[in-house]
């Protein structure tokens, strides 16, 4: 009952307040009568009787207000008036309003957009069960240097951890799949057996592998997502008949696994491991590795664990060198994933954090001006007994008000923004598909404008509050309030934000002298004209079935050089720019000291004499035309290199100089069958030019190129030099390719498009930063601007009884470009002084520039205070153009 | 803005304005002179404090306000005593009985 009866009267207060007033007025005077009525009878003359009542009252609307301020919602009450006067102040400045409204939204809402990024990107969970649990397994190597598993480490990990409920191994690539509604390139994982117990699922339909799926020589087996199954299947309930030719081989389908699941990355299929049996090699990184932990075993414990494993194989191996693992090291699979996104992402959201900054301190400066103005208004409510407290929270509810519709139009903004930013976004971000508005986003956005309202209101409250308000009625009437302390004030949050602006553009500099030092790099071959198309063939180990993948790829290559238009054809075993070349270790070696088998190789990988190190890619000849690959010396490969004449390489001219420094290598043989099998030693006949194959800003690997005639590969990117249109070579090579095998899908893409990709990021970043920092030059300029018009129209009368007295325009332009610069400066000098304490930060973004680079640093200087001393001079030129006699008949 | 300093202990006030309507309904001047009766002129309670009071204590449900005629046929506001008010009045008592038992109590320790 109570809280009916209270609910009724809140609702009553807020919603019939009319009532509640009329009612208490009547209640009041009526008892104002009837203590007169006392008095009277008391004996009291009529008017005295009416007087002394009135003093035993007290004043009838200090009783009314007492009762009000008792009232059930008196508070909210409060808040509402507060919130109409407070839009009532906003709509008095529409110009002003709009300004800082448009502030707040821009920052606030660039603000959500980054942070939605970060948090899709860094801070949102995956999703999979318990996922903080599931960490990734990496084996460290002598070097310092992580990389994956080979297949005995892994299987000790396995055996002999005491941390993981389970683990797994798992391989990752693009795999040709036909059988389904239409042949395509799927993403296809390999994985071992405890696959989807790390993940925490199990299959919605058919099974899980059984443990002998995975054993060498059985059935091919292969669960499929549910997208692909609805998708490429048809969803069928019963899936006997389901089969699926993946890579040359038929599989059958044994499990759909559930709706959204998908890892690695974007993988439809996952296959089982192992198929063909485990290679016995310590040093053949073959695999990733994921492992949940138990219950209870924290990160720190299973590190210590697969450490001590991995200290024993190396103590124990027979295999020691530079590749075989030296320790091992776990860490939260988030982290492995999104390990080198993280530093580029805080840099952005720091950046947009330094815009936050320059946009309030524009809203403040604003706000300040605004409160000077109202000095008479507070002065007067002051004066009629508003409590400090009372005025302190009027601020702040304008304050709030700003921020809320600023930011509300600010999150309006940022679903477009990220829109554009997930467009724009680098294809190698990883968890991009995760970005997006989402519920903690928003969270952030209200926190946000709600810390902004709460620092903004607290400022402006604090400054206009401070002291003894009610000598703004005195002052007031001067037209010369502002005083001289407010004025202050604006040229400290002038030189501040000066001082973030310098430190966001410094950054935005670097990054951008970096991306031009990159693209300024040579990358050692040609980028236009050239259309690729990957092509995979069934994989397949046995000597007829490689054969034939080279004879199928000559004849491709040569229907592929009768397109019109199409120049010159090769082909490589992976693109530059996508990651580069697999990399080993490989032989100085004679014919008469080859061994039968790759057992017999481990007693020479210990004369380190003997060893070199390079990165090993397939390619034919016109790969190098196509590209413009320089020949520094000998020869590429020729019709002579057929499968059955010396097996020769090409080596890059990195190698060359690594490995045979002041001779020629042209004529040694090398053993380097651990890359493919084929322990047939390769002659040394020619080298090329080093290409940046792992990206523009990364060095040139030494690398040795095979011939794809001598060597077969079953997956090969073509490229053709074309002068004809991309379309039309991309729809005629489709149908050749489909003419020769119909269940293969070829992707395509020109390499232009896969060089641009790989700056991607650098772009991004570039991009986005450069705009945060034209963005606060703008509101810095624009600050400058405002704080000294409003100087110089609050100096009006003073600047005139300077003129009055006989200083010259130039005296003027003089004293107020002179306040102007000692901000600017000291805006400037802080400034610098904090770049180069903050520039450290995005050094491992930077190439070719150091973090503090003289040049962009003056450059940025310059820049910005050419643009602060022309918001100067505006304002200064007014000042000269002070009529003494209007300013000072204007008192 | 209330400069005057309240003469009554927080609470007390509830407790003399529910105690003085067990008498019956009554307007707000009644209450005022009847608190002044019951406590001897010890409390002359303010409108300033009487009416704040009044209107909290009737959001609380304790009492309920009609207008009716005063003795002189004049309007007037009038409160009586609810159910909860009963309650309520009951409860304070005890509590008031325990405090003043306790302050003796402490005033008369050595």
Same mark, same amino acid.
């Given at each position: ?94 110009? @002003? ?133 609805? @998708? ?128 309030? @301190? ?394 641009? @990709? ?134 | ?110």
């Amino acid at each position: 009952m109570p809280f009916f009866v209270k609910t009724r009267s809140l609702l009553r207060n807020l919603f019939l307040s009319r009532r509640v007033e009329v009612d208490l007025d009547h209640e009041v005077h009526s008892h104002l009568e009837l203590l007169t009525e006392e008095n009277v009878r008391a004996g009291m003359p009529p008017e005295e009787a009416q007087r002394a009542a009135r003093i035993e009252l007290g004043g009838i609307e200090q009783v009314k207000e007492q009762v009000r301020e008792e009232q059930l919602g008196s508070w909210l009450r409060s808040v509402i008036s507060d919130c109409r006067y407070g839009l009532r102040q906003l709509r008095k400045n529409p110009g @002003a309003t709009a300004i800082m409204v448009f502030t707040l939204a821009l920052a606030i809402g660039a603000a959500t957009a980054i942070f939605s990024v970060v948090y899709g990107v860094l801070l949102r969970p995956l999703p999979y069960t318990d996922a903080n649990r599931i960490m990734a397994v990496f084996e460290v190597n002598s070097k310092g240097g992580w990389s994956h598993l080979a297949d005995p480490n892994f299987d000790d990990f396995r055996d002999q951890n005491r941390s993981f409920r389970a683990i797994t191994k798992y391989q990752y690539g693009v795999a040709s799949v036909s059988g389904a509604s239409q042949p395509s390139r799927t993403a296809a994982a390999s994985v071992s057996s405890d696959f989807l117990k790390v993940f925490g699922i199990q299959p919605i339909l058919g099974r899980d592998f059984s443990s002998s799926d995975a054993k060498k020589g059985a059935g091919p087996t292969v669960l499929i997502s549910y997208g692909y199954w609805k @998708a490429q299947l048809g969803s069928p309930r019963d899936l006997a008949q389901a089969h699926l030719k993946i890579d040359g081989a038929v599989y059958s389908v044994i499990g759909v696994l559930p709706a959204g699941f998908h890892f690695p990355s974007d993988a439809n299929l996952w296959l089982p491991t192992d198929l063909g049996g485990e290679n016995p090699s310590r040093t053949a990184h073959n695999y990733y590795a994921v492992g949940r932990l138990r219950d209870g075993v924290t990160v720190e414990q299973a590190n210590q664990d697969i450490s001590a494993i991995a200290r024993r194989i190396h103590n124990t191996s027979s295999e020691q060198g530079d590749y075989l693992l030296k320790d091992g090291i776990v860490l939260p699979l988030q982290d492995s994933i999104t390990g080198t996104a993280r530093s580029p992402l805080l840099v952005l959201l720091g950046a947009v954090g330094f815009l936050l900054l320059v946009a309030c @301190a524009n809203v403040a400066n604003l706000l300040l001006a605004q409160a000077s103005v109202r000095g008479r208004e507070l002065a007067v409510r002051s004066a009629l007994g508003a409590a400090r407290a009372r005025l302190v929270r009027q601020f702040l509810t304008e304050a709030f008000l700003l921020s809320i519709i600023g930011g509300g139009l600010g999150v309006l903004g940022a679903y477009w923004g990220v829109a554009g930013l997930v467009a724009l976004a680098p294809e190698n971000l990883p968890l991009l598909d995760s970005v997006s508005v989402s519920i903690p986003v928003l969270v952030f956005a209200f926190l946000l404008s709600t810390g902004v309202a709460a620092g903004l209101g607290a400022f402006t409250a604090a400054r206009a509050t401070s002291g003894d308000l009610r000598e703004g009625l005195g002052e007031g009437g001067r037209g010369q309030a502002g005083s001289q302390g407010s004025q202050r004030i604006g040229r400290v949050i002038v030189a501040a934000q000066m001082a973030i602006t310098l430190v966001l553009v410094v950054g935005a500099g670097l990054l951008g002298r970096s991306l031009m030092k990159v693209l300024e790099v040579n990358p050692g071959f040609r980028v236009d004209k050239i259309v690729t198309m990957d092509v995979a063939l069934p994989d397949a180990d046995d000597p007829k079935s490689k054969a034939h993948q080279a004879i199928f790829f000559s004849s491709l290559m040569d229907r592929l050089k009768q397109i019109p238009g199409v120049r010159k054809v090769g082909a490589i075993s992976n693109l530059p720019m996508e990651g580069g070349l697999p990399d080993g270790m490989f032989l100085l070696m004679t014919q008469n000291e080859v061994p039968k088998a790759m057992d017999g190789f481990v007693p020479l990988m210990q004369q380190k004499e003997r060893l070199g190190s390079a990165d090993f890619g397939v390619a034919t000849d016109g790969y190098f035309k196509v590209l413009g690959i320089q020949l520094i010396r000998g020869r590429i490969f020729d019709e002579h290199d057929g499968p059955n004449s010396p097996h020769v390489a090409v080596i890059s001219q990195s190698l060359a100089q690594d490995r045979w420094p002041g001779q020629d290598p042209i004529g040694h043989t090398i053993e380097f069958g651990n890359m493919d099998g084929d322990l047939r030693l390769l002659t040394i006949v020619g080298i090329v030019g080093d290409i940046h194959d792992y990206g523009l800003d990364a060095p040139p690997r030494p690398t040795v190129y095979v011939n794809l005639f001598q060597r077969p590969r079953s997956a090969m990117t073509l490229t053709m030099l074309s002068d004809a249109d991309t379309q039309s070579v991309t729809s005629t090579a489709r149908g050749i390719l489909q003419d020769l095998n119909p269940e293969i899908p070829p992707r395509f893409r020109t390499f232009s498009q896969v060089y641009s @990709a790989s700056l991607g990021s650098r772009k991004f970043n570039v991009i986005l930063i450069g705009f945060f920092g034209i963005v606060a030059l703008l509101l810095a300029t624009a600050g400058v601007f405002g704080v000294m018009a409003y100087s110089v129209s609050r100096r009006t009368r003073e600047i005139g009884v300077r003129v009055a007295l006989g200083a010259g325009s130039a005296d003027v332009l003089r004293m107020v470009l002179g306040q102007g610069l000692r901000t600017i400066f000291i805006g400037v000098a802080i400034g610098i002084a904090g770049s180069l304490a903050l520039t450290r930060t995005v050094e491992s973004l930077l190439f070719g520039v150091t973090a503090t680079d003289p040049l962009t640093f003056a450059a940025v200087t310059l820049l910005l205070v050419s643009a602060a001393l022309l918001a100067c001079f505006i304002p200064a030129r007014r000042a000269t153009k002070v009529d003494p006699m209007i300013a000072l008949r204007y008192e | 803005m209330n400069s005057e300093p309240t003469t009554l202990l927080q609470g007390t006030l509830d407790l003399l304005i529910l105690k003085s309507l067990v008498a019956g309904e009554m307007h707000g001047l009644g209450i005022s002179r009847r608190i002044q009766q019951i406590t001897g002129g010890t409390f002359a309670v303010k409108p300033g404090s009487l009416f704040p009071a009044l209107h909290r204590m009737e959001e609380e449900g304790w009492i309920s306000s009609f207008w009716g005629d005063s003795e002189n046929n004049r309007r007037a506001k009038y409160y009586r005593l609810t159910k909860p008010g009963r309650k309520q009045l009951e409860a304070e008592t005890r509590r008031w009985g325990r405090i003043s038992w306790a302050i003796g109590q402490a005033l008369e320790a050595s």
